[in-house]
């Protein structure tokens, strides 16, 4: 009888992997990303609280795997380098690889439960593949909480201290000139609260009620102002607004001309688009009340405006830096990848039988628009760690 054919196991014992490469790489930027070791030390609350539960017991499932699968690779590969295979080898190789070889739990069945013939104990098994399976959705899990939370702190924690300094600075001016010191009272408690719940459930946080706050502080600022001074301080604010919108032109052309240069060349998912309606209108009727004299209405409308305006340029920068951001790190692995074949060239490896189709395969991904960098990056990587692990085994 012929032994079944070890192809697809060696198919996929390369892909495994290749895939654990990856996959040590990110749990190790998943470990040092700042939001996950904040909501580590944090003592959390609310849906924040709730949502990083879950994900602290999938990255035990994570790491749990990655042990458990690192393992059941190893002993793949060092069965199947062995010089000579037997049929039992290989149907070994192939078992370990392809079949129900992982055993992730063990649960002994209580004497009172087990039939006379019944087993004293049940395992649990997988394949590698659905181990890594398993793997890919509790990685998504604890990454998706920590990338949210950390984006939440990151945007809002900034604007609370902004909306801090403004409260204190009205309320020196309140003490100084006199004005209604409830109202800022009032800014003040909310603040409070606010910034008391960001800081332990960042996804529980209202970002309303930090506009609200702001709302207040503008109109307990308009309230203490006289009207000459609420004159000159918001022609002020509105020249600065003025050049705020040159600056947001400026950010969208940069923008428009960044997102354009990397059309088609990269994945359409990959590249950021920033949307949102015209904000030129809304600073004309500002414009509009100011010429008419209307100043007590101006202020929450600027504050507004300039709120959004400061929201967009950084959004449209934000999304200029990824999109030429896109083509630098192609470029670079480009080069990452010439200075390899060129290394192979000088060991002599420049048509080995392995590393050609891994060099080939490179080159096709980040040849070929549009460029999927993920992909081309785990290509890159393959190749490279093929043609190092060829020379340490060679000598060459």
Not at 148 to 169: H, I, K, M, Y
Request: aromatic residues 4%.
């Amino acid at each position: 009888m012929t032994a079944p054919s070890i192809a697809p196991a060696d198919a996929e014992l390369l892909r495994l992997e290749t895939a654990m490469t990856a996959i040590a790489a990110n749990l190790v930027d998943l470990d040092d990303n700042p939001a996950r070791k904040d909501l580590d030390k944090t003592k959390l609350t609310g849906k924040t609280a709730e949502a990083w539960a879950d994900a602290t017991d999938a990255l035990a499932q994570l790491w749990d795997g990655y042990r458990m699968l690192t393992d059941a690779i190893a002993q793949a590969r060092s069965l199947r380098d062995q010089r000579k295979l037997s049929d039992a080898d290989r149907a070994t190789f192939v078992h370990r690889v392809l079949g129900k070889s992982i055993t992730l739990s063990t649960t002994t069945v209580p004497l009172a439960q087990r039939g006379l013939l019944g087993a004293g104990q049940v395992h649990t098994t997988c394949t590698p593949a659905e181990l890594l399976s398993a793997m890919e959705a509790a990685f998504q899990t604890a990454v998706s909480v920590a990338t949210r939370a950390g984006e939440v702190w990151q945007r809002l924690f900034p604007a609370a201290a902004d909306a801090t300094a403004s409260v204190d600075n009205v309320r020196v001016l309140i003490r100084l000139h006199g004005g209604n010191q409830a109202t800022i009272d009032e800014a003040d408690r909310r603040l409070g609260r606010f910034t008391a719940a960001l800081a332990t459930d960042p996804l529980g946080v209202e970002e309303r009620e930090l506009n609200a706050v702001r709302d207040l502080v503008a109109r307990a600022d308009a309230e203490r102002t006289s009207a000459a001074e609420l004159k000159e301080t918001l022609t002020h604010r509105l020249a600065e607004a003025h050049a705020l919108a040159g600056e947001l032109a400026e950010a969208q052309g940069a923008a428009e001309a960044a997102r354009e240069k990397a059309a088609d060349r990269f994945r359409e998912q990959d590249i950021i688009r920033v949307r949102g309606g015209d904000l030129r209108p809304d600073l004309a009727a500002v414009d509009a009340l100011a010429a008419a004299g209307q100043w007590a209405l101006i202020s929450p409308r600027l504050a507004d405006w300039t709120r959004r305006a400061r929201e967009r340029v950084a959004a449209l920068r934000h999304a200029t830096a990824h999109n030429d951001g896109l083509l630098v790190t192609r470029n670079e692995l480009r080069g990452r990848l010439d200075a390899y074949r060129a290394k192979a060239l000088r060991r002599g490896l420049g048509e080995d039988g392995r590393l050609t189709p891994l060099a080939d395969a490179a080159h096709t991904a980040l040849y070929t628009a549009p460029c999927d960098l993920d992909a081309a990056r785990v290509a890159v990587n393959a190749y490279q760690d093929a043609l190092t692990g060829t020379i340490a085994r060679d000598g060459r």
